[in-house]
């Protein structure tokens, strides 16, 4: 992927790349040093060579498809339910994401500990969130049924993202290799039949389509996720942008339902914004996560290989 042909040392371009990096951690959090870097142990659940580091590694993309990803989920009345009985999704849908974010980064880079950490913690949540649906059915956040349906909606958002933003000739073994280390999560968190392939997912979504629902409280949920405030009035054209990246990323039945209709001349400008906005935030997030845990990698690979001496790990602002 080729970068803009920007000078590193400009002092003014620094003060830009600085600027940019603090938007981002407004928008999903962030501590801005390396400090858990130096405590993690090992190259975590994946590693560097995984399909999950990479189509996880370019946050633009993951933003959109994160933002796809909660308005399929919302279809299915059972997390709709929790998020409308359980959360104060009105005045906290900015925090749901940060709470998202950092989920799938630790998950995805952080060592071993870290990941089960935030799996556990994430299982302590659900073991309290349950309830009635309007029509009387009892739903708990633990159901692996409910759990799958997530997932499913979370991993294939990520994955159209990446194949739309980053690199629509990720090859298809790739893909069901993304899929599969991505299931592993999904067991930890108690969903032991996540579907594994990119077959097995179409198979899925079709077969789901019958349960999904579109009703009032989708539309309030919605408006509260695609209405919350940007970190900045220099941020909000790139969140506009992103929001109707993330409606023409979804499938367009779910978009039907939704009652999204995107002409094409919006459709073609939300994918050349994100596009856009793409390379700049390559360009400016020089220390992501992904950075980090593949610095790391290369220490603990030193290390194994008898080097008494590995390269001390970088200094620098980063968004997650």
């Known amino acids: 992927m080729t970068e803009p042909p920007i000078a590193p040392h400009s002092s003014a371009l620094s003060a830009i790349r600085r600027a940019l990096v603090l938007q981002v951690r407004q928008l999903v959090g962030g501590t801005g040093d390396d400090t858990l870097e130096r405590n993690r142990q090992d190259i975590g659940l994946f590693g560097p060579d995984s399909a999950c580091w990479k189509v996880h590694g370019d946050f633009t993309s993951m933003m959109v498809g994160g933002i796809t990803a909660i308005l399929l989920q919302m279809l299915h009345p059972g997390p709709l339910a929790g998020v409308w009985d359980h959360s104060n999704f009105r005045h906290d849908m900015s925090g749901r994401l940060k709470r998202t974010a950092r989920f799938i980064a630790g998950t995805t880079y952080g060592d071993r500990a870290e990941a089960q950490g935030l799996i556990d913690r994430v299982r302590t949540i659900h073991a309290g969130v349950a309830g009635i649906l309007p029509d009387g059915t009892p739903y708990a956040a633990q159901d692996p049924d409910l759990l799958t349906w997530v997932h499913v909606a979370e991993v294939s958002s990520f994955l159209a993202a990446y194949l739309r933003y980053v690199d629509p ?36 979504l ?115």
């Open 169 to 204: 000739g990720y090859p298809p073994a790739e893909q069901d290799r993304y899929l599969r280390e991505t299931a592993e999560i999904a067991r930890r968190l108690g969903a032991p039949c996540a579907p594994q392939t990119r077959v097995e997912v179409a198979a899925y």
């Open 206 to 320: 079709r077969a789901m389509r019958p349960k999904l629902r579109y009703g009032d409280r989708t539309g309030e949920v919605t408006r509260a996720l695609l209405s919350q405030q940007s970190p900045s009035a220099a941020a909000a054209p790139a969140m506009s942008i992103a929001f109707d990246a993330a409606k023409d990323l979804l499938p367009e039945w779910a978009a039907e339902m939704h009652g999204f209709r995107l002409s094409a001349p919006r459709r073609g400008a939300a994918r050349l914004g994100v596009h856009g906005l793409a390379r700049t935030l390559r360009w400016a997030l020089v220390n992501s996560a992904e950075a980090r845990a593949r610095r790391r990698a290369e220490q603990l690979a030193q290390i194994a290989a008898g080097d008494a001496s590995p390269t001390e790990p970088q200094v620098d602002e980063h968004p997650t």
